[in-house]
């Protein structure tokens, strides 16, 4: 039996580029002396723009609101993008792999504009049968509401479907969502041991995520 679709989550699957959330973040700290609490990192990766940006203001001590606090970090982000979006190894080639022969679809933490961006950066916003940012949804990862919206937007069971992870908070997110799930960690943003457990399979990178390897997996 061959799943039904594919679903990518984006930055740290596809774009390099949770170490530029992190360095964004700590910026916008810094520049107003404030510390980087412990835990910080891990904690907002995977939120919603709402709950991170909350997360900044009521845990961090961010100035503002929360929506400044948003759009302050948004547009720091979307400078990165414009100067240099890096792109993981294998990354362009695996959705047009799987896109050949499963609907594929997206569900990011990012904000919409930064999703729309990335993928036409990257060329292949066309292969996308749908996407979803978790502002768009109630809840944030590792809440499974931006995959449920996804699988929904394609059709298809999340039951039937596979998510290419790389976070702890992906992580549960897909798992929670019963979909089948591919990890592919990021040695510098490595996700808990306890959630890279609940993956049916982890991979090096996105090169070994072949037909075959989705196939089996539903």
């Known amino acids: 039996m061959s799943p039904r679709a594919v679903v990518f989550d984006m930055d740290g699957v596809l774009t390099d580029t949770e170490s530029i959330w992190d360095t964004v973040r700590r910026g916008l700290t810094a ?3 404030l510390a980087w609490p412990a835990g910080a990192t891990a904690a907002m990766m995977g939120m919603s723009t709402a709950e ?10 961010l100035s503002g609101t929360p929506e400044q ?4 970090t948004i547009e720091a982000l979307a400078v990165r993008y414009a100067d240099h979006l890096p792109v993981l190894p294998g990354a362009v080639a695996a959705v047009r792999r799987l896109a050949g022969r499963w609907p ?10 930064l999703i729309d961006v990335s993928l036409a950066a990257l060329g292949i916003a066309d292969a996308f049968a749908a996407t979803v940012s978790t502002e768009e949804v109630g809840r944030g990862k590792p809440s499974p509401d931006g995959y449920l919206q996804a699988c929904a937007l394609l059709g298809a069971d999340p039951r039937e479907c596979v998510a290419i992870e790389d976070s702890s908070n992906g992580l ?4 929670a969502a019963g979909m089948a799930v591919i990890a592919v960690p990021r040695p510098d943003f490595p996700p808990a041991p306890e959630a890279l457990a609940l993956a049916d399979v982890v991979v090096a990178d996105l090169d070994a995520v072949g037909l075959d390897l ?5």
């Open 31 to 33: 520049d107003e002396g």
């Open 104 to 113: 594929v679809g997206l569900a990011s933490s990012s904000p919409r504009r």
């Open 214 to 218: 989705v196939a089996g997996l539903r």
């Open 69 to 72: 606090a948003a759009q302050r």
């Open 52 to 61: 991170w940006s909350r997360y900044l203001v009521d845990t961090v001590g």
């Open 172 to 175: 549960r997110a897909a798992a």
